[in-house]
Structures are given as C-alpha cells and as structure tokens.
C-alpha cells in the first residue's frame, strides 16, 4: 500500500530524494497541480533542475510520487496518534479533533490529490487504499467500544464509520474555499453529537 511499492517510485535519491519530496508537496499546496513545475521546485528546495530530472525523470511522476509520501505520512501520523489511547471514546473524540484542526496547506494538497486520482487509475488505486488506512483506526476505536459494551450503536457499525470519515473529509472544499474555519467549534460539537447518537455510548464513555 505504501508508496515504495508504486511503479513509479523508480529513481535513486535517499534521504534527500525525501525532503526534496516534502518540498514538491509544499509546492502543490500553493500552486496547484498544474501550476508545480521542476523550476518551482528548484527554488523551494534548493535543489538544481537536472538533479530533480535524475531524482524523478518526468514532472508527473515527481508529482505522483509527492502526493504518495504526503498521503501516506498523513495517514500513518493518524495511526500513531490514534494507538496513544486505550478507552474507544476518548480515542474517537480525540481522532475527531485532529482530524477537524487539520491545516488549510494540507487540506490543498488532499485537494489537488483527489483532483488528480479522479484521471488516473493507478492513483485512484492508492486513494482507495489510503482511504481504507485512514477509516482503520476509527473502525478499530467503534469496535472495541461495541464487544467491550461500551457502545449499544443504533445503526451499522460500517456506516457510522462511514459518516464519521465523511464529516472530517467533507470539511476539505469549504476550507480551502474559505468557507469555513477548521477551528469551528460548532462544527464539532454537531459531529459528536451525531456520534454519540449513532454509538450510544453509556455513561461512563460519555
């Protein structure tokens, strides 16, 4: 699943091949997909023109490459984060927070992913995959709830997931748009809420 297996992942390039990466990332947060070019990333990064053109080969698959590595941290930063907790409330409380605060640049970049997964199979495939990481340790966190008792749901476990996922990514067009502050705490507690409902924890969860 992880972008060291993907057929374009191909040149040398090491640690540096890897801050050179997060650079390319920061990149397609500002300008977009169609705007990141070799050059732009030249002057991000410090890094010559001809060295990236040896690093990746071609700007798409640089790009490619770029949206793997971010994705792919950002998924596996929810994990770790999501492991720090034992009770499945507080875990999913504290999954919701993190995801609900994630940051405008990150949210440009998930755009500009998504944008161009939609015309290309290969990515489609890795968004997929990423999108099923991602749902892991809230399926996990409602799991544990349900077989130790905590949580009584009114509905399919699956779908609450579902909903719950689609609440946190669904804030990605109003926020880049400037529609609405990742920092609204309204919008939160109406997704807790929800939650709750959904899971109806007893009241030691609660």
Not at 86 to 112: C, K
Request: no cysteine; aromatic share 8%; glycine share 8%.
């Amino acid at each position: 699943m992880s972008g060291t297996s993907r057929t374009r992942s191909r040149r040398a390039g090491g640690a540096k091949r890897s801050l050179v990466l997060d650079h390319v990332a920061a990149v397609l947060a500002d300008r977009g997909h169609a705007g990141t070019r070799f050059a732009d990333v030249a002057a991000a990064s410090g890094v010559a023109v001809s060295t990236l053109q040896g690093y990746f080969g071609s700007r798409e698959d640089m790009l490619i490459e770029a949206f793997d590595r971010a994705t792919s941290v950002a998924v596996t930063a929810m994990d770790e984060f999501a492991a720090q907790f034992d009770d499945p409330w507080e875990q999913l409380v504290a999954m919701v927070d993190r995801g609900l605060t994630t940051d405008v640049a990150t949210w440009r970049m998930l755009m500009e992913f998504w944008t161009a997964a939609a015309h290309d199979a290969e990515l489609r495939g890795q968004a997929a995959a990423l999108a099923e990481q991602y749902r892991g340790p809230f399926a996990d966190a409602v799991q544990r709830g349900v077989d130790s008792g905590a949580f009584a749901p009114r509905f399919a476990t699956a779908a609450v997931v579902e909903v719950l996922v689609a609440n946190i990514v669904g804030l990605l067009y109003p926020v880049v748009l400037g529609q609405l502050d990742p920092q609204d705490t309204g919008y939160r507690e109406v997704v807790l809420a929800q939650l709750e409902f959904a899971l109806n924890p007893t009241p030691r969860e609660r």
